[in-house]
């Protein structure tokens, strides 16, 4: 049990660095291009190598 405990930390650990990395590069995106849609940002993150849902874009520009 204790090591199933171990490696839902390390997921969530990396889902919390994953999920940094996208919202750093949505906020680089916005500052640097001009980006007018959810969909525009998708392509340049897709582009960047981040492929990412509208939903997820969504909730990040939520947090942000």
């Not at 930390?9 to 640097?32: D, F, P, S, Y």
Request: glycine share 4%.
């Amino acid at each position: 049990a204790a090591a199933s405990g171990v490696c839902a930390v390390q997921l969530q650990g990396e889902v919390t660095r994953v999920k940094a990395r996208r919202q750093a590069k949505i906020l680089e995106l916005v500052r640097t291009r001009v980006i007018e849609t959810q969909e525009e940002l998708a392509a340049a993150l897709a582009a960047e190598g981040i492929p990412v849902t509208q939903a997820t874009i969504s909730r990040d520009i939520k947090e942000l």
